[in-house]
């Protein structure tokens, strides 16, 4: 079961050796486990993963680890610009 769900901004290595800025999902288990939840990884190809360990997603895709915020925060960012 998960206890909680962050927000992640990263820089990201792309197959082609370029890099781009990329948002995901950090989720804590109850366990102990955390996972990288990626729902729009598919950009970058087929082989991006959906979900998977957070250090092996850190180990094949992350360039840069940018932040780690509540879940919400860009929402709630997005609504005082507007």
């Known amino acids: 079961m998960a206890v909680s769900v962050e927000e992640?901004?990263?820089?990201?290595?792309?197959?082609?050796?370029?890099t781009s800025e990329h948002f995901l999902f950090q989720i804590y288990m109850g366990n102990g486990e955390?996972?990288?939840?990626?729902?729009t990884g598919?950009?970058?190809g087929p082989h991006w993963a959906l979900?998977?360990?957070?250090?092996?997603?850190k180990r094949q895709f992350v360039d840069e680890l940018r932040?780690?915020?509540?879940?919400g925060t860009m929402l709630?960012?997005?609504?005082?610009?507007?």
């Open 34 to 39: 955390v996972w990288a939840f990626d729902p």
């Open 51 to 57: 979900l998977c360990p957070w250090e092996e997603y």
């Open 67 to 71: 932040a780690i915020r509540p879940l």
């Open 76 to 82: 709630r960012e997005s609504e005082t610009t507007a």
């Open 42 to 44: 598919c950009q970058f």
């Open 8 to 18: 992640v901004e990263i820089q990201v290595k792309t197959l082609d050796g370029s």
